[in-house]
Every structure is written in C-alpha cells, then in structure tokens.
C-alpha cells in the first residue's frame, strides 16, 4: 500500500462506495478504478473494484484483474483470494477458483462466505467426498436448511446413506427447514428402493380434511 498517496485519496474511495450504497454501480465502478490509476500500489482500491466489478457483471475479466493485482499486493489477505475466485467461477474456471477459495480459508479458517463457496463448487466438480466435509464445516458454521440439505446430498453420494436420511430427518424436526428435508427425504427413499415408505411420507404430509360447519 502506498503510504504518501493514500490518505489523500480515501475521500475519493468513500465517495465511489457512497455512489454503491446509491445504487450507481456502474459510476461507482469508474470511480473506483479512476482511483487504481491514481495510486496502482493501493490494495484498498483494487480489491473495491474487483468486488463492485463482479457486482456490475459483464466487466468480470477487469474484477478479476483488480483482484490479481490485489493479491500480488496483499498476498496475506484471504479477501483478495476469495474475490479472485469468484471471478474464476464466474470465467468458468472451476479448479483456479476452488484452489483460490482452499488459500482463502487457509488463511482464515472462520471466513463463512468462501466456506460456502468452496462447498458449492466442490459439489458442482462432483468432488464429493471432499465436498462433504466442506459441508460439514458449512453447517458448523451456519446449520441453515439448505446447507444441512446440501449435506444429506453429499453424504448420499459418498455411499453414506443411514448418515444422510438421519441428516434429512434432524431437519424436519426444524419448522423452516421440514418441507425442503421432507421433499429431499422422499427423494433419497425412493432412490434408495423404499417406495412404501415414501409413499407413507407423502400421504403424511396431506392436510386432513375439516369437518366444515353448515352454513346458517
């Protein structure tokens, strides 16, 4: 990071993210990368712009380049890693992306946002034992429905079939999460040759019919 140029340019900095808060992303965009012209060496700068450019959508290759630079800057900053690597996925480079996520968390193990990630494109490459415990870790970190039922997908995968339906059924005891882990449930009973029991399942979840008063 430049020490003499910075300060000047920090109101600017406050200014392109103040137009973000606005809804302006593309002049934002502009603003931030006016502001990596003005000082190159400005790590701050160029990891706003990698992550308003990935934001703005069809400038991905100018966000991924701001976050390369960013990591050749700050290559202790698990930030710049993390951005990188949605450029990459974003690119269509599902192995730069995972390897880039794997050094993000490397560097800090508590970072939630590229644990998912990391989960999501590891199922996606069919990498599923690995993907499993990356959900392990997701859950751990946020036992939200769809990551405990992303979980119970990968665990199938892996042959671990006992540990995904008991995955699915510690769900359904969860208000939010009981119709995505039912509909998953019935899914992993009917692949699994237990038909009858999924059958069960469904006519479980019918409303029963209400004895309805006449009318007056």
Same mark, same amino acid.
């Given at each position: 990071?430049?020490?003499?140029?910075?300060p000047p &340019?920090?109101?600017?900095?406050?200014?392109?993210?103040? &137009?973000?808060?606005?809804?302006?992303? /593309?002049?934002?965009?502009? *603003?931030?990368?006016?502001?990596?012209?003005?000082?190159?060496?400005?790590d701050?700068?160029?990891l706003?712009a990698?992550?308003?450019?990935l934001?703005v959508g069809d400038?991905? /290759?100018?966000?991924?380049?701001?976050?390369?630079?960013?990591?050749?800057?700050s290559?202790?900053?698990?930030?710049a890693?993390?951005?990188?690597?949605?450029?990459?996925?974003? &690119?269509?480079?599902?192995q730069?992306a995972?390897?880039?996520?794997q050094? *993000?968390?490397?560097?800090?193990?508590d970072?939630?946002?590229?644990?998912?990630?990391?989960?999501?494109?590891?199922?996606?490459?069919?990498?599923?034992?690995e993907?499993?415990e990356?959900w392990?870790?997701?859950?751990?970190?946020?036992? *939200?429905a769809?990551?405990?039922?992303?979980?119970?997908?990968?665990?199938?995968?892996v042959?671990?079939v006992a540990?995904?339906?008991?995955?699915?059924?510690a769900?359904?005891?969860?208000?939010?999460?009981?119709?995505?882990a039912?509909?998953?449930?019935?899914?992993? &009973?009917?692949?699994?040759?237990?038909?009858?029991?999924?059958?069960?399942?469904?006519?479980?979840?019918?409303?029963?019919?209400?004895a309805?008063?006449?009318?007056?």
């Amino acid at each position: 990071m430049s020490v003499l140029t910075t300060p000047p &340019l920090r109101p600017r900095l406050d200014e392109a993210l103040r &137009l973000e808060h606005q809804g302006a992303d /593309a002049q934002a965009l502009r *603003a931030l990368e006016a502001l990596t012209v003005a000082d190159p060496t400005w790590d701050l700068a160029r990891l706003e712009a990698a992550r308003v450019g990935l934001k703005v959508g069809d400038v991905v /290759a100018r966000a991924a380049f701001h976050a390369d630079v960013a990591r050749s800057l700050s290559p202790e900053n698990p930030r710049a890693h993390y951005l990188w690597a949605l450029a990459q996925d974003e &690119l269509g480079d599902r192995q730069a992306a995972t390897a880039a996520l794997q050094i *993000a968390l490397l560097m800090r193990p508590d970072f939630p946002d590229a644990q998912f990630r990391l989960a999501g494109l590891l199922s996606a490459q069919g990498r599923w034992p690995e993907a499993t415990e990356a959900w392990r870790r997701v859950v751990a970190f946020s036992p *939200a429905a769809g990551a405990r039922a992303q979980l119970a997908e990968a665990l199938e995968k892996v042959g671990d079939v006992a540990s995904a339906e008991a995955e699915l059924r510690a769900l359904m005891k969860q208000g939010a999460g009981r119709p995505l882990a039912t509909a998953k449930l019935i899914g992993l &009973l009917e692949r699994t040759g237990r038909a009858g029991e999924a059958t069960v399942l469904k006519r479980s979840l019918a409303s029963p019919d209400r004895a309805m008063r006449p009318l007056r």
